[in-house]
């Protein structure tokens, strides 16, 4: 209720019919002509309230959080009440179905940098009591080949990439079961590396019919 929504996309009118502020600012990219992000809130008034300045150097436009600036790349901005619309109000309720109809996934790539336990097989062992740990179910015994590694769980896999000579390791956490479980997972593996140079994305994939955890994790999304 008090976040922010942000869409990099024309999204001014399906924005404003559901949130209390919507704004939307429009900017020119050298590469691509222009880019436009639409944001939304029921909390945060965008064209007043106090902008703060998070220290990140900017080297194409002059700074946004100044009192004269702020508004430079303002192209729409809107104020309704969505709750008196009758916009907003309880969820519905989630049916319960008998037979899985859809299957997602979610898959994290993360990058460690500055690992310090040895990157080869014996890093198998390790992430498989890690998996188990967190609740996991491996299927198999991890498999090792060129620096690559891979197990295989009910929920889903893990793909290590390692650079021993750099201290560096790449993982594909991909999970079609359990995802409420990805935070804990993704933690525990680069602890257990002992990395604390961490960055990560994560993208929406497809999942795997026949997840014995599925009704869970759909009452959970």
Same mark, same amino acid.
């Given at each position: 209720h008090d976040g922010v929504m942000v869409k990099n996309e024309l999204y001014m009118e399906p924005f404003s019919k559901v949130f209390d502020y919507t704004m939307?600012?429009? #900017?020119?990219? %050298?590469v691509i002509c222009s880019q436009v992000l639409a944001f939304g809130s029921n909390k945060v008034d965008f064209m007043h309230d106090e902008v703060y300045d998070h220290g990140i150097e900017t080297?194409?436009?002059?700074?946004?959080?100044? %009192?004269?600036?702020?508004?430079?790349?303002?192209?729409d901005y809107r104020i309704n009440n /969505?709750?008196?619309?009758?916009k907003c109000g309880?969820? %519905?309720?989630?049916?319960?179905?008998?037979?899985?109809?859809?299957? /997602?996934?979610?898959v994290e790539i993360v990058e460690a940098e500055k690992v310090t336990v040895?990157?080869?097989?014996?890093?198998?062992?390790?992430?498989t009591h890690v998996i188990e740990r967190e609740g996991?179910?491996?299927?198999? /015994? %991890?498999? #090792?080949?060129? +620096?690559?590694?891979?197990?295989?769980?009910?929920? +889903? #896999?893990?793909?290590?990439r390692m650079w021993p000579g750099e201290k560096y390791c790449n993982l594909d956490v991909n999970l079609w079961g359990k995802f409420h479980k990805l935070h804990d997972l993704r933690q525990s593996l680069t602890d257990a590396m002992g990395s604390e140079l961490v960055s990560r994305f994560?993208?929406?994939?497809?999942g795997m019919y026949g997840s014995d955890t599925w009704t869970e994790d759909r009452d959970i999304i």
């Open positions: 939307d600012i429009l #900017y020119e990219s %050298p080297f194409l436009y002059k700074n946004m959080h100044d %009192p004269d600036t702020r508004h430079n790349f303002t192209h /969505a709750t008196k619309l009758g309880s969820l %519905p309720k989630i049916e319960k179905l008998e037979e899985q109809i859809k299957s /997602a996934g979610i040895t990157l080869d097989e014996s890093l198998g062992e390790v992430f996991f179910r491996p299927l198999a /015994a %991890p498999v #090792y080949e060129s +620096g690559m590694m891979m197990i295989v769980m009910k929920e +889903g #896999y893990v793909m290590t994560r993208i929406v994939v497809g």
